[in-house]
């Protein structure tokens, strides 16, 4: 993306809708030795018990988010947010900064040849700019809706709310640099991730060593 500095390592967005199946393919990237830095890993961290970001979610949403051992109950936090789109918004404010802090600077500690950063809502939280490329898991809704009330335990009601509140999945298509589509079985999400493997190792190894003169 413009105005992404030269010399620093190349930076892969990974996102998608919600239950698209992110999680299988930064694991297949994994597998084959692309460091990762997944900020739902990282959206914990930030909102550990004794953290700033815990204390400031139960300044503004109230110790009832709070499991019986301190911990942020965050099923109980996830339906009264995807409920009240005010709620998510202040909630956003107060974690997208932490997350996106540690983020980057798990970028800088992680080396590799590229790397990939899982970040659910890149495009949505303007996070896309501290990408190269964005690569879109793209699946189809019912697939989506499935997992969440199966995987998930979402009752119908509340997944219905999630998929309404997500970006529309044409919109993140357009944003897209790559695509790699989870309609099939894992045989064929590995081919597509091979595939821009190797991609993503032929343009981390045409990038500058060094910011060009007078950058």
Do not use: W
């Not at 030795?33 to 815990?54: C, H, K, Q, W, Y």
């Not at 019986?68 to 409920?83: K, N, P, T, Y």
């Not at 997350?99 to 590799?112: N, V």
């Amino acid at each position: 993306m413009p105005g992404q500095p030269a010399n620093r390592i190349l930076r892969i967005g990974l996102t998608g809708g919600i239950a698209s199946g992110k999680s299988t393919v930064s694991a297949l990237f994994g597998a084959l030795g692309v460091p990762i830095i997944d900020t739902d890993e990282l959206a914990r961290e930030v909102v550990r018990p004794g953290s700033a970001g815990l204390a400031q979610i139960v300044a503004a949403f109230g110790p009832e988010v709070l499991d019986a051992a301190g911990g942020l109950d965050r099923r109980q936090l996830r339906a009264r947010v995807f409920a009240d789109a005010q709620a998510r918004r202040q909630l956003e404010a107060i974690t997208h900064p932490l997350i996106r802090a540690a983020a980057l600077a798990a970028c800088e500690r992680a080396g590799g040849p590229y790397q990939v950063l899982v970040v659910p809502l890149l495009i949505e939280s303007g996070f896309d700019r501290h990408v190269d490329r964005v690569l879109v898991v793209d699946c189809p809704i019912g697939i989506q809706r499935q997992r969440l009330i199966e995987r998930d335990r979402e009752d119908p009601a509340q997944a219905e709310r999630i998929l309404r509140t997500q970006l529309d999945p044409a919109a993140r298509r357009a944003r897209a640099d790559d695509i790699i589509a989870n309609d099939g079985d894992l045989a064929r999400l590995r081919e597509q991730v091979q595939r821009l493997h190797e991609l993503y190792l032929g343009l981390a190894a045409t990038r500058p060593a060094t910011p060009p003169a007078g950058g």
